[in-house]
C-alpha cells in the first residue's frame, strides 16, 4: 500500500521550521496593535458569489483558481482565495461600519489553484489588514508606513515600494477604452494570454511578465493621463505624506493589482531576492465594495501579505528557523529521575522563559548524551548517583568550544541557567 502525500502545493510547516513562522506572527501582531489594529477572525468558506462579486468574474481568481464546491445542500462554497471580501461581509453583517471606522487585521490560509512553484502554493498564508470608513489619504499612507515599519522589524532591507492610483471608476472606464483602442490597433503583437485579456479584462495586459510584450506596455497609454481631479489630488497628497515620513517609493503607472474592486490607491512591495514571485504585500483602495455587497457607502483600503515569502526572504538572510532548547537534562538511574524530574519542574518555576527538554525513556548517560547533542540545547545538566546523594547537578556546556564543565548545588542552578543559558546565549 503506498503511502499518502499532502496535496500538490498545500505545504507542511515542520518542527524545525515553525519557530520562524511563531516570531514572524509575533512581531506582525505587535506592529499591528501598536498601530490600533484589532484582530479579526473569519471562516475559511464563504459563499462562492462573495467573491464573483467583489474580486470580480473576469479575474484570474474567480475565473480558474478557486476551491469551489457544492454543500451538502446544494449551496455554492468556495475556500477563500483571499481575506478582504470575507471581512467586508463580517463587517457588513455585524453593523461594524455604520458611522464609524475600524482598523482590523487577519491572519490564516487561503487557497488558490494555482500552478506550484517557489513561492507560489495553492494554500498559502497571509496577514491582512483593513480599515473602514476613512476616505482620504492619510490611512493610505499609514498603511504604507505601517508595513514599512515590519520590515524595518525584521530586517528585511531588500525591499521596494510601488505606488499607483487607478482614479474613480468612471476615468478608469474611459482609459480602458483608449487601451483597447490600443491594443486592437496592434492585435498581432498581443501574445495570446494578451489576446484573452483585451476582451476580458485589457487593464491586466499591462501586467503581462512576457519580455515579448515589453516595448508595447510600455508604449501604451498611461492610466496617470486619465485620472479624475479628485482622484489625483488624492495621489498627490499620499506621495506629499510618503515624502513627509522619509518612506521612498516608486510610482509605477503600470501596477494595476489582478482583483477588480480597487479604485484610487494600489501599492506592492516587491524584492528581487525571491525570484519570480517577488511581492510580499499588496494593497489598495476599494471604495465601492462595501456598498456593492449591499453594505453602507463606506470606503476601505487595505493589503495583504504573503507570509511563506517573508519566511523565505528571513531564511535567507540566516534567521534560525528552529529554537533548540536552552538545556537537555540527563538522568541515569531510578533515583536519578526521580530527582531529575523534580529538578525540572523547579527550574520551569523559577524560569519560565527557560526551554528545558527532559530525557525521557531511559538508556545509559552516552544514549542520553546523544539525544542532549542531537536536540540542539546548549547546556546538558547532569544527573547521577553520585550528584543526587550530595543534592548537585553537574552542567556541561554542549556546544561551547572549551567544554569545561562544573557541578553546581541544585539549588544554584537557576541563577547559573539564567546567566548562561538565558542573558547570554552560548
Ligand atoms: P493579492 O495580491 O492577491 O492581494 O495577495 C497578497 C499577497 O499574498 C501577495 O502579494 C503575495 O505575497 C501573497 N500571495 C498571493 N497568492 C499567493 C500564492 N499563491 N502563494 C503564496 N503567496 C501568495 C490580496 O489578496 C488582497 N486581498 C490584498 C488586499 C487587502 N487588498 C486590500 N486589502
Known amino acids: 500500500m503506498g503511502t499518502f502525500q499532502a496535496i500538490r502545493g498545500m505545504n507542511d510547516i515542520l518542527p524545525g521550521e515553525s519557530a520562524l513562522w511563531q516570531r514572524l506572527e509575533a512581531t506582525l501582531r505587535e506592529t499591528l496593535a501598536a498601530y490600533g489594529y484589532q484582530e479579526i477572525r473569519l471562516p475559511l468558506v464563504e459563499k462562492t458569489e462573495l467573491f464573483a462579486r467583489s474580486i470580480g468574474e473576469v479575474t484570474d481568481i474567480v475565473d480558474k483558481e478557486m476551491y469551489t464546491f457544492a454543500d451538502r445542500n446544494g449551496d455554492s462554497l468556495t475556500l477563500r482565495p483571499e481575506g478582504t471580501a470575507g471581512c467586508a461581509r463580517a463587517c457588513i453583517e455585524h453593523g461594524l461600519l455604520h458611522n464609524q471606522t475600524q482598523r482590523l487585521w487577519y491572519a ?44 524595518r522589524r525584521l530586517g528585511l532591507q531588500q525591499v521596494v515600494l510601488q505606488i ?44 503581462s511578465k512576457n519580455p ?30 510618503l515624502d513627509a515620513a522619509g518612506i521612498t517609493y516608486e510610482v509605477n503607472p503600470r501596477l494595476v493589482r489582478g482583483l477588480d474592486y480597487y479604485c484610487k490607491t494600489v501599492f506592492e512591495w516587491v524584492t528581487d531576492t525571491l525570484g519570480a514571485q517577488g511581492t510580499i504585500c499588496a494593497g489598495g483602495r476599494y ?53 531529575g524530574f523534580a529538578l525540572a519542574e523547579r527550574l520551569r518555576d523559577q524560569l519560565p522563559a527557560l526551554r528545558l527538554q527532559l530525557h525521557c525513556g531511559g538508556g545509559g548517560f552516552k544514549a542520553q548524551f546523544r539525544r542532549a547533542d542531537h536536540s540542539g540545547a546548549q547546556l546538558a545538566l547532569i544527573l547521577g548517583e553520585n550528584e543526587v546523594a550530595a543534592g548537585t547537578v553537574a552542567i556541561k556546556p554542549l556546544r561551547a568550544a572549551d567544554g569545561g564543565q562544573v557541578t553546581l548545588p541544585q539549588g544554584e542552578a537557576a541563577a547559573y541557567l539564567r546567566a548562561a543559558a538565558l542573558e547570554h546565549p552560548l
Not at 494555482?114 to 489619504?137: D, I, L, S, T
Not at 483597447?180 to 483585451?198: C, G, I, K, P, W
Not at 508604449?219 to 495621489?235: K, V
Not at 493589503?303 to 533548540?324: C, K, S, V, Y
Open 287 to 339: 471604495d465601492g465594495l462595501i456598498e456593492q455587497l449591499g453594505g453602507p457607502a463606506a470606503p476601505g483600503v487595505g493589503f495583504a501579505m504573503g507570509l511563506e515569502r517573508l519566511i523565505a526572504m528571513l531564511a535567507a538572510a540566516g534567521r534560525p528557523t528552529a529554537d533548540p532548547p536552552h538545556a537537555y537534562l540527563i538522568a541515569a538511574g531510578e533515583e536519578a529521575q526521580r530527582a
Open 108 to 151: 490564516g490560509p487561503m487557497f488558490r489553484y494555482e500552478k506550484p512553484q517557489k513561492g507560489r502554493y495553492r494554500q498559502f498564508h497571509q496577514v491582512g489588514a483593513e480599515a473602514y470608513g476613512m476616505a482620504g489619504p492619510d490611512i493610505d499612507a499609514e498603511l504604507i508606513g505601517l508595513s514599512a515599519r515590519l520590515w
Open 212 to 241: 515579448m510584450m515589453r516595448a508595447l506596455i510600455a508604449e501604451a497609454p498611461s492610466l496617470l493621463d486619465y485620472l479624475d481631479p479628485d482622484s489625483q489630488a488624492h495621489f498627490e497628497r499620499l506621495q506629499s505624506l
Open 164 to 207: 499607483n492610483s487607478l482614479g474613480s471608476s468612471a476615468a478608469r472606464a474611459a482609459y480602458r477604452e483608449r487601451l483597447v483602442d490600443y491594443f486592437t490597433a496592434r492585435r498581432a503583437e498581443l501574445d495570446e494570454d494578451s489576446q484573452r485579456r483585451l476582451a476580458a479584462n485589457p487593464l491586466r495586459i499591462l501586467d
